[in-house]
């Protein structure tokens, strides 16, 4: 955990969390289009970054919301400084670990869970966060049918957790979520894993009781 929390924060002083914000802003964009925001909202990115999705939510009219959390105080630091909203909180913690009373309607994570200590945990975690009938949404760029990331986790020398769409689909139902997957593609792109690939958006529904 000390070593992602070393790398991140080093990201977020040499602007390579703004790097990440224009490198996934498209696919996310994308995804969060085929939501529709038509209820008042609480919303929880995990592994926020510098907070870029917290503030593009917090736009939202029915945002009631918007909170960010990371592990990398750093990131949490470049965060605040950026808030535009007082809709928008942002808390330096890890998600295996956070001891939060309150629940949210939606989840959100992007390219952060495959950094959890464990996976299992950190969706047990979020299924809690849920309110019953509240949706995870959980992208990644990072699997193992996209070979062309999968050599990402030697460049980065920390641990990044490898697995494949259906070993993903299994850890959601594992912790209880109905699931559905949808791959994002970005047919412009100069990348071919983002053309031929994308970023896999897997969806995690908490039951209504
Ligand atoms: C690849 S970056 C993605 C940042 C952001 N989601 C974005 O799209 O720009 C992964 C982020 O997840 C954070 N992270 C990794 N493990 C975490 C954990 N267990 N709990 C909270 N944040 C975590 C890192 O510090 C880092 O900021």
Redesign the pocket.
């Known amino acids: 955990?000390n070593g992602?929390?070393k790398?991140?924060?080093k990201?977020?002083q040499n602007g390579r969390?703004e790097l990440?914000?224009n490198?996934?802003r498209n696919n996310?964009t994308k995804f969060f289009q085929t939501i529709t925001f038509d209820e008042p909202f609480t919303f929880l990115?995990?592994?926020?970054?510098?907070g870029?999705?917290v503030r593009k939510i917090a736009k939202e009219n029915n945002c009631k919301k918007s909170i960010g959390?990371?592990?990398?105080n750093k990131?949490i630091i470049q965060a605040k400084k950026k808030r535009s909203n007082k809709k928008e909180e942002f808390f330096h913690?890890?998600?295996?670990y956070?001891d939060y009373k309150g629940k949210f309607d939606f989840i959100f994570?992007?390219?952060?869970?495959y950094?959890?200590?464990s996976i299992e945990v950190?969706l047990e975690k979020i299924y809690k966060l849920l309110k019953s009938g509240g949706e995870f949404f959980c992208?990644t760029d990072f699997y193992t049918e996209n070979k062309a990331t999968a050599r990402w986790a030697n460049v980065m020398k920390i641990q990044m957790h490898l697995h494949s769409k259906k070993e993903w689909k299994e850890f959601f139902k594992n912790a209880g979520f109905q699931v559905k997957t949808k791959h994002i593609k970005d047919s412009k792109n100069k990348k071919k894993w983002k053309r031929e690939f994308g970023t896999l958006f897997i969806t995690g529904k908490k039951h209504k009781k």
């Open positions: 955990m992602i929390k790398t991140f924060d990201w977020a969390a990440m914000e490198e996934h996310v990115d995990v592994g926020c970054g510098n870029w999705v959390i990371d592990i990398s990131m913690t890890d998600i295996e956070w994570s992007m390219e952060s869970l950094y959890a200590d950190a992208g």
